[in-house]
């Protein structure tokens, strides 16, 4: 017997599930068109794959995954795409979203697919499936499957799967597990075998005394081992995943800290049953089970078709007259519809038609009395009050110095105010006005770093030029200086020939002036004592030098 755990605070707000709990799933009626967003997960939209006028079968791809945080978005039946462009959708914003609109052509026609058993697939081409698949969390976070069933560097000792159902009228995962128990656990065990977790322990609120009989059965007729169903205590907010990780084990997941740090993963029981279908039919997420309740004459859960327009789905449980909006989700955690003609999308888990016998005005806030009832229900364990003063003074540092983030919204907090204070709503702006700050500082610094950047780049083109031109003048003067420094050289050696030819003319002159001046008009007399002189000399250099003569004595003789 496991032993179970408590959380901080929780309410007990009245339930109102068996007004659609007691008849099983039925599949809607094919609806007149379908508005398919194409961002119905967490990460990057998807990219749209098909143009207008194209024809697609039932399963075909239309919205490509986009980047490493994503999943796909598919046709959920055959037909015709009308348009693709901005359209209302299901979120609190109210604001448009990129849609594929496409008109059913009635056959329901399936693009091939093939399933497999997961293990025959390595662990890397099962998460690339659920990935094309379009598999995402299903208990309202809608986070791509594939991303959390990679274990990473943590050990994970426990896979929890979500059954708890706190919130009131949503009955879905209910008839959910009563009816498809067997397939929800083999995908879970499919979860354990990526994760590498010891045991699966499948959490269950103590009000759905038929769904934990039918998931314990399965367990033992799947001859699951290491696998348990347990009822936990009916509490809201029981179902969230920190507060069913603390019931179930006893790990306190503290803010700002991951499940699986703890060894903890969490998933809803329709994902793990998405899951399953998906690789072993090779079933993309084309519908979920919705329960449709409230002003409506025969609330029930419907297996939807993804993109079917809410006004169609709540006519077929008979709508009733004085209905004044829809809300998706629970009473507690939804939100109100923009407009009926909005697509269910994979985060649709209950419609429930507004009236006022249901959900009359709310009364007149008064002033907070300090009573710290929404102190004591704070599953967070944060103090709403304080909360309050400072997302009502707009003091939003403040509020996060008393750790807004942590706040789930569960509206446990309003639910007990006797101020009738809208608490959640303080909670939603001031988170808002915060990320919206935050958006403008990221774009004010973006902003500035261009800025920057650009400033330094004129700068540095600025030297580069200032640096070309220094470059040039440089080579400019080193080439003036070469050219003078040649003409200089030049200039020096005629300079030198003319000192040389002025040289020698001087040597000339100066030969010529010492030239004898009386050897002109000699008389025979004189002149033969000159010859007798020259014939001596010539002689007495013959005997100074006999090797000449004897040259001479050794010519060859002449032929």
Not at 305 to 310: A, H, I, S
Not at 405 to 429: H, K, M, T, W
Request: hydrophobic residues 40%.
């Amino acid at each position: 017997m496991r032993q179970l755990h408590r959380f901080h605070g929780g309410v007990h707000p009245p339930t109102n599930k068996t007004q659609s709990s007691e008849t099983p799933i039925i599949a809607s009626a094919m609806p007149s068109k379908l508005v398919i967003p194409l961002h119905q997960h967490v990460g990057n939209i998807a990219r749209p794959v098909v143009s207008v006028g194209e024809h697609v079968l039932k399963g075909q791809v239309i919205g490509k995954a986009d980047g490493r945080l994503s999943s796909a978005v598919h046709a959920s039946t055959s037909g015709t795409i009308a348009t693709i462009g901005y359209s209302k959708v299901a979120h609190p914003s109210g604001m448009d979203d990129l849609c594929v609109t496409l008109i059913p052509d009635g056959k329901d026609e399936w693009v091939a697919n093939l399933g497999a058993d997961y293990r025959e697939l390595s662990h890397t081409d099962i998460r690339h499936r659920l990935r094309d698949a379009g598999v995402v969390g299903l208990g309202g976070a809608v986070f791509p499957s594939d991303m959390k069933l990679y274990g990473g560097k943590h050990q994970i000792k426990t896979l929890v799967l979500n059954g708890a159902e706190c919130e009131p009228y949503i009955t879905c995962d209910d008839r959910l597990m009563r009816e498809r128990a067997a397939e929800i656990l083999l995908g879970a065990e499919m979860m354990r075998d990526l994760l590498h977790a010891e045991e699966v322990v499948v959490g269950i609120e103590d009000n759905k005394p038929e769904a934990l009989a039918a998931m314990q059965q399965a367990i033992v007729d799947g001859k699951h081992a290491r696998m348990e169903a347990v009822a936990v205590p009916t509490v809201y907010p029981g179902g969230g995943a920190k507060q069913l990780i603390r019931v179930l084990t006893g790990i306190e997941v503290a803010a700002g800290v991951r499940s699986t740090e703890m060894g903890v993963q969490c998933f809803n029981v329709a994902t793990a049953y998405s899951a399953y279908r998906a690789i072993s039919y090779g079933e993309p997420m084309l519908s979920r089970v919705v329960t449709v309740t409230g002003n409506v004459e025969r609330p029930q859960n419907y297996e939807v078709l993804l993109g079917t327009p809410v006004a169609e789905l709540v006519a077929q449980a008979g709508l009733k007259s004085g209905t004044q909006g829809y809300i998706m989700g629970g009473p507690m955690m939804g939100f109100l519809l923009p407009s009926d003609q909005v697509g269910v999308v994979k985060a649709t888990n209950c419609i429930i038609a507004t009236a006022p016998t249901l959900f009359p005005a709310p009364a007149p806030t008064m002033p907070c009395i300090r009573c710290t009832r929404c102190a004591e229900v704070c599953p967070a364990e944060l103090q709403p009050q304080e909360l309050h003063w400072f997302a009502k003074a707009r003091e939003f540092g403040k509020a996060q110095d008393y750790h807004l983030f942590d706040c789930i919204e569960c509206g446990a907090c309003s639910y007990v105010c006797p101020s009738n204070i809208p608490l959640v709503q303080y909670y939603r702006y001031a988170k808002s006005e915060i990320w919206a700050r935050e958006r403008d500082k990221t774009a004010a610094d973006t902003a500035r770093q261009r800025h920057e950047y650009r400033q330094f780049r004129l700068e540095r083109e600025k030297q580069e030029k200032a640096e070309k031109l220094a470059q040039k003048e440089r080579a400019a003067l080193l080439a003036k200086q070469q050219a003078d420094a040649a003409a200089a050289t030049a200039n020096t050696d005629e300079d030198a020939q003319a000192r040389i030819q002025a040289a020698m003319a001087r040597v000339q002159a100066q030969h010529d002036a010492t030239q004898p001046r009386n050897t002109a008009n000699l008389t025979p007399e004189q002149q033969a004592k000159i010859d007798e002189i020259e014939a001596r000399r010539a002689h007495i250099q013959e005997l100074a030098h006999p090797e000449a003569d004897l040259d001479k004595h050794h010519e060859p003789p002449k032929e």
